[in-house]
Nanobody, 123 residues
């Protein structure tokens, strides 16, 4: 069983930055594929960014050039650096892990999910 706990959400003005963290349990963290998804109020959850076990990264078009996903395998932690935030980035942000090491963009390919952390970007 893998447990994921997100931190770092909050309220920020448009143009600002936030850094989300996701602490994971499990002895094989370095083998996991990891991702961030988000869900805006009244909308479906959507892919944001992913990183596979080889540290290849993948981004949604809406966040390319503004967000950076990274991982620290020694600390079992996933990060999402979010810059130049926009009101449309508002939502609950979830980290997810799959044991196959894939940097997938599809929710169904992830085995474990965190509870989420809220990000609010004011205009």
């Amino acid at each position: 069983q893998v447990q994921l706990v997100e931190t770092g959400g909050g309220l920020v003005q448009a143009g600002g930055s936030l850094r989300l963290s996701c602490a994971a349990s499990g002895r094989t963290f370095s083998d996991y594929g990891l991702a961030w998804f988000r869900q805006a109020p009244g909308k479906e959850r959507e892919f944001v960014a992913a990183i596979n076990w080889l540290r290849m990264t993948f981004y949604a078009d809406s966040v390319k050039g503004r967000f950076t996903i990274s991982r620290d395998n020694a600390k079992n932690t996933l990060f999402l650096q979010m810059n130049i935030l926009k009101p449309d980035d508002t939502g609950d942000y979830f980290c997810a892990a799959n044991v196959r090491g894939q940097g997938a963009t599809v929710e169904a390919l992830y085995d474990y999910w965190g509870q989420g952390t809220q990000v609010t970007v004011s205009s």
